[in-house]
T-cell receptor
């Protein structure tokens, strides 16, 4: 079935360092991927997206890389800050764009 | 302020007692959906609606009902809740079915069924 897997359930980084969160997906037919951030007690919040015709997209302090050959997605956060502490989900669209497939999430812990 | 609201935010109930979790959005979005979040499983879609009076099952619809009589509201109904429905529930909406449209999530409803 369709699934999204994450390489690490928890990632601890020092404030100011760069963070890389990795994700593997199984559905080669998906052409749209989204990263969400979920802070404690809140719903997921959109961070950045990427279409399959791209291999890199940059936002403010965040970069998403897509490797379709090995079905791998990564989120890079530059100069990680305490406010970046959250659970990060990579997701992809399925079912004719009616459904988001979520992975289990990676918890990012930023230490001073 | 553009937002998705859910009520209640927290609910403790007993097995078999019907309950409704309300969801409302003020962005005139056509697409709305419900997810449940369980530890280690991420979010799984329960039901979705592409417009008024149009609803369809997601991945885990058993034990749930929904209705979409108005564009802004999408209530989740548990006719006879059971302990395995103890979970964190999120409502979400977007302008239309996906394409590249961002989905906005509500703050969540934590449900405990005893």
């Amino acid at each position: 079935g369709e699934s999204v897997g994450l390489h690490l359930p928890t990632l601890s980084v020092q404030e100011g360092d760069n963070s890389i969160i990795n994700c593997a997906y199984s559905n080669s037919a998906s052409d749209y991927f989204i990263w969400y951030k979920q802070e404690s007690g809140k719903g997921p919040q959109f961070i950045i997206d990427i279409r399959s015709n791209m291999d890199k997209r940059q936002g403010q302090r965040v970069t998403v890389l897509l490797n379709k050959t090995v079905k791998h997605l990564s989120l890079q956060i530059a100069a990680t800050q305490p406010g970046d502490s959250a659970v990060y989900f990579c997701t992809f669209l399925s079912g004719g764009y009616n459904k988001l497939i979520f992975g289990a999430g990676t918890r990012l812990a930023v230490h001073p | 302020e553009a937002q998705v609201t859910q009520n209640p935010r927290y609910l403790i109930t007993v097995t078999g007692k019907k309950l409704t979790v309300t969801c409302s959005q003020n962005m005139n979005h056509e697409y709305m959906s419900w997810y449940r979040q369980d530890p280690g499983l991420g979010l799984r879609q329960i039901y979705y609606s592409m417009n008024v009076e149009v609803t369809d099952k997601g991945d885990v619809p058993e034990g749930y009902k929904v209705s979409r009589k108005e564009k802004r509201n999408f209530p989740l109904i548990l006719e006879s809740p059971s302990p395995n429905q103890t979970s964190l529930y999120f409502c979400a909406s977007s302008f239309r079915e996906f394409s590249t449209d961002t989905q906005y999530f509500g703050p969540g409803t934590r449900l405990t069924v005893l």
